[in-house]
């Protein structure tokens, strides 16, 4: 399994950035989908997750703002981030789990200025 991660960039606060990921590969195990975070500094942070029956989940920090969301036909997740703070700034990270293992894309920077 890989993946590829982009939409990365700046974004003033208030504003939105979209992020991408496609999987490829042998995805027929895969279980659950999703974005981490590592913001400067700190520990790698879960910041929301979909399953393979739609069932999402997301960080309380970001609750309302951020949306992820998956196109099954383009093997694509999706990070849609609204009214973007400048503590969301941070490496974003796509990952594929399945039973037993966790797949990673690259990272893609993140940066909101006030």
């Known amino acids: 399994v890989q993946l590829q991660a982009s939409g990365g960039g700046s974004a003033l606060s208030g504003g939105y950035l979209r992020l991408s990921c496609e999987i490829s590969?042998?995805?027929?195990?895969?279980?659950?989908m999703g974005w981490y975070r590592r913001l400067p500094g700190k520990e790698l942070d879960m910041v929301a997750e979909?399953?393979?029956?739609?069932?999402?989940n997301y960080a309380n920090s970001v609750k309302g703002r951020f949306t992820v969301s998956r196109d099954a036909a383009k093997n694509t997740i999706f990070l849609q981030m609204n009214s973007l703070k400048p503590d969301d700034t941070a490496v974003y990270y796509c990952y594929a789990k399945t039973s037993d293992r966790q797949y990673w894309g690259q990272g893609t920077q993140v940066t909101v200025s006030s």
């Open positions: 979909i399953n393979v029956f739609d069932y999402t």
């Open positions: 590969g042998d995805r027929s195990r895969i279980t659950l």
